[in-house]
């Protein structure tokens, strides 16, 4: 038995309808896989190439660190303070660093024109003191 002419072109309609709705989804998906992309490399570049918040001679600021500070509170605070420009960026870049599970509580002088690295190597347990080494 023979298909009708309205049968086929109502076929061929839910055809052309399903194919550009798979197109759309598709398209949709390449789209925000290319934005996540986009912005999860440019988180993870930044991770190794953030620039200080201002150049020199920059704004010091006192942080105080106690026993009970992690380093999570520590990226908001100097998130507040002016001193990072992204509290999550900097709670990677602690991390990734050398002075991961190093920081020692104590008052320390920063500066806005220091760079995450700078601020972490200072409240580390290789330099208790609170200053950078200059050598």
Do not use: C, W
Not at 56 to 76: I, S
């Amino acid at each position: 038995m023979k298909k009708s002419t309205a049968y086929k072109i109502k076929d061929l309609v839910i055809s052309v309808a399903t194919t550009v709705v798979k197109v759309a989804i598709a398209a949709y998906i390449i789209i925000h896989a290319f934005e996540f992309a986009k912005t999860a490399y440019d988180f993870g570049f930044r991770v190794f190439t953030e620039e200080p918040m201002t150049g020199d001679p920059g704004v010091n600021y006192t942080v105080t660190l106690t026993e009970e500070t992690k380093p999570k509170q520590v990226a908001e605070a100097l998130e507040e303070f002016g001193l990072i420009r992204d509290k999550d960026l900097f709670y990677v870049q602690y991390l990734l660093s050398e002075q991961k599970d190093k920081l020692v509580p104590g008052s320390y002088e920063l500066n806005t024109s220091m760079t995450a690295d700078e601020m972490l190597i200072i409240m580390a347990a290789d330099n208790a003191e609170g200053e950078t080494d200059d050598n």
